[in-house]
């Protein structure tokens, strides 16, 4: 009989260390993880999964077999794309905006519901989740739900959402895997919690931006505003250069252990195109910068693939209640 790993889902497996589920054959009976998320665990030597599941395979899945949907993604990472895979899912959901407690104290959460509701046409319910979170009031939302099905973007929060509930609940199951890194739940694992069978996802992998410990936030932003009035660029923890032209405020919504530097006279070379004005240039798992008026921005090539654009979460007044 195969053994499923408890922390990513995976089939446990000696048979190749070059495959996901590896562990030594004179640990397998007594394994209850992977290689891989033991060390994850126990050292933080994080490592990427080798076959992870597509976003199509995630969902066939999930509308094949689910009953209800708890669907999360963070502040940072709401653009269409993300909205696409939530409007996919034809089973009865809710979306949940995880890592709250990143939001800046002048946003409210009024104003990110009413955000989703005018700009993506979200009809169903928006709740919103934090490690500070009252489980209480989440839990809630899921009366009468026997099975839950949680997905999102890959580092949303889903293993650290049902973890917390299995504290909550004092359940004896093993915890899942969590990292700060890209796709550590590799397959669906179901964990009976109370009444409940809560059944963790594969993240949906996009093109994240390779976060490190110091460079995801980890706590509420603390947004920084520049008056930019000529070509300017500016350096991004001196991990890569944006050069921005014309006259706008531009405000850096990032980890506050990444430093900007505004550069006078340097050059940037890569794409550039015409962002509208009350737009917010997302890098994909990093950050966000909203622009106030229409300029243009220069980005170097090879970071393109994490570039979204979208109207500004942070820069409208959404008056629908």
């Known amino acids: 009989m195969s053994k499923i790993c408890f922390g990513c889902g995976v089939h446990i ?7 996901d589920g590896y562990v030594p054959e004179e640990k397998y009976e007594n394994s209850d993880y992977c290689q891989r998320c033991f060390r994850i665990m126990h050292y933080g030597d994080y490592k990427k999964a080798v076959e992870p599941k597509s976003i199509k395979s995630i969902i066939n899945t999930v509308n094949k077999n689910a009953k209800y949907v708890v669907f999360l993604t963070d502040f940072i990472n709401i653009f269409d794309e993300v909205i696409n895979i939530f409007k996919s899912i034809n089973v009865p959901k809710v979306l949940v905006v995880s890592k709250s407690d990143i939001i800046p104290k002048n946003v409210s959460f009024i104003e990110i519901k009413n955000y989703l509701k005018i700009i993506y046409g979200i009809k169903e319910d928006i709740i919103f989740t934090s490690n500070k979170t009252n489980l209480n009031t989440f839990i809630k939302n899921l009366y009468g739900q026997n099975e839950i099905y949680f997905l999102g973007l890959t580092n949303a929060g889903k293993s650290t959402l049902i973890n917390a509930l299995m504290d909550k609940y004092e359940s004896k199951n093993a915890r899942i895997t969590t990292s700060y890194k890209e796709n550590t739940t590799m397959d669906f694992i179901r964990i009976k919690v109370g009444n409940m069978t809560l059944i963790d996802s ?15 936030i980890d706590g509420e932003i603390k947004p920084i505003t520049y008056q930019n009035k000529t070509k300017c660029t500016y350096n991004i923890g001196n991990l890569f250069n944006i050069r921005i ?27 550039t195109f ?48």
């Open 13 to 19: 497996q000696y048979s190749d260390k070059n495959k």
């Open 202 to 216: 594969p993240g949906f992998v996009f093109n994240n931006f390779e976060l490190k410990k110091d460079t995801s």
């Open 245 to 271: 032209d014309g006259i706008t405020n531009a405000v850096f919504y990032f980890s506050k252990n990444i430093d900007i530097k505004r550069l006078y006279n340097k050059e940037t070379i890569g794409m």
């Open 274 to 321: 015409k962002v509208g004005s009350n737009s917010d240039i997302i890098i994909c798992g990093l950050g966000f910068i909203k622009i106030t008026a229409e300029t243009n921005i220069t980005i170097p090539m090879d970071l393109m693939k994490y570039i979204n654009v979208r109207p500004s979460i942070v820069g409208g007044k959404y008056e629908q209640n």
